[in-house]
């Protein structure tokens, strides 16, 4: 695969991949790897949350506190 980059993103690329002692591949791959699972992350609170408001609509009340901890907990 051919990305084109500006001289600059390219040059940040490098200095940061050997900072860390990997290759721009390597940093690349990474990089993705994180989006995907914060990706995942957010899906997955965004539909606990939903989860809750319905629950919320159903009348099934939660104590906020316990709820906000369980959310912080799943995404930390």
């Given at each position: 695969?051919?990305?084109?980059?500006?001289?600059?993103?390219?040059?940040?690329?490098?200095?940061?991949?050997?900072?860390?002692?990997?290759?721009?591949?390597?940093?690349?791959e990474?990089?993705?790897?994180?989006?995907?699972?914060?990706?995942?992350?957010?899906?997955?609170?965004?539909?606990a949350?939903?989860?809750?408001?319905?629950?919320?609509?159903?009348?099934d009340?939660?104590?906020?506190e316990?709820?906000?901890?369980r959310?912080?907990?799943?995404?930390?």
């Open positions: 695969m051919t990305i084109e980059l500006s001289r600059e993103a390219e040059a940040q690329l490098q200095e940061t991949a050997r900072a860390r002692g990997i290759s721009v591949g390597q940093y690349l990474g990089l993705v790897s994180e989006k995907s699972l914060r990706d995942r992350q957010i899906s997955d609170s965004r539909s949350i939903a989860e809750r408001v319905a629950a919320l609509g159903a009348g009340v939660v104590d906020g316990e709820v906000m901890a959310l912080i907990a799943e995404v930390a």
